[in-house]
């Protein structure tokens, strides 16, 4: 369960999120759309703990987030546009680095098996400087996934795939899904939007400004809210 209270964020002199109220249930998956800086990136960044909001706070399963709890962190899993990772390790070395860090049991196995679940073992040993933005987004993915995180946050993770790496990535989204993880996930895609998520919400100048529920392949109703909220003005 994610819940946000009040939650604002100003950066310099703007209001980048104006008191933004969420409530997402445990299992709940949620797209968030919206227009370029409406605030949707601050928003996971925030429910993460990555950056602090101004005010206002976010719960996890009804326990205000602190950003140094090591065991709220733990239940996250975020894909942002910046992938963390190290250059200069190799697929498998960088999952095994991230994976001890949240203390993952059979992290050499673990690694191994996700390398090959976003189809990359054939470059398992290379050190990712070389790899190709699809490449990179997909050990970014595998990255976010190494713990099991009960809540996964996706920052537009269908940007530099291409069709194989998106079926793969929605896989794991249902996987997920299936295994009862909270997803929350901005993109700009309404298409997997829909194929992957039960409720959408549309994000402008940092309010929220529509919440759809039962969204799940209802592509026009998608569009028709998106349009009568952002396009049309
Ligand atoms: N570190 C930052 N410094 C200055 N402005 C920022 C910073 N991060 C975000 N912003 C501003 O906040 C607004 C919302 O940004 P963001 O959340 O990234 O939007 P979105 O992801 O919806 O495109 C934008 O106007 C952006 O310029
Ligand atoms: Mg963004």
Redesign the pocket.
């Known amino acids: 369960m994610i819940e946000t209270k009040g939650l604002i964020k100003t950066?310099?002199d703007?209001m980048?999120l104006r008191g933004i109220n969420l409530s997402i249930k445990k299992g709940e998956s949620v797209a968030i759309l919206?227009p370029?800086?409406?605030?949707?990136?601050?928003i996971l960044k925030i429910i993460s703990g990555l950056i602090k909001a101004t005010s206002g706070e976010v719960l996890i399963d009804g326990i205000t987030l602190k950003r140094d709890s090591y065991d709220q962190k733990r239940k996250i899993g975020f894909l942002a546009h910046n992938s963390f990772l190290y250059d200069h390790l190799t697929p498998l070395e960088n999952l095994i680095f991230f994976g001890k860090l949240y203390g993952v049991e059979n992290v050499e196995e673990k690694a191994k098996q996700l390398v090959a679940d976003v189809g990359l073992s054939f470059f398992i040993h290379d050190p990712i400087r070389s790899f190709s933005r699809g490449m990179l987004q997909r050990i970014a993915i595998a990255r976010a996934i190494i713990h099991d995180p009960e809540i996964l946050l996706f920052d537009e993770p269908h940007t530099g795939l291409d069709q194989h790496a998106i079926k793969l990535l929605n896989e794991v989204i249902m996987n997920m899904k299936a295994k009862g993880s909270t997803i929350v996930m901005?993109t700009h895609d309404f298409h997997q939007a829909v194929e992957t998520c039960d409720r959408v919400i549309i994000?402008k100048n940092g309010k929220l400004v529509e919440d759809i529920s039962n969204v799940a392949n209802n592509l026009e109703l998608v569009n028709a809210k998106y349009t009568e909220q952002v396009t049309s003005l």
């Open positions: 950066i310099g703007k980048v919206g370029n800086g409406a605030g949707k990136s601050t901005v994000f």
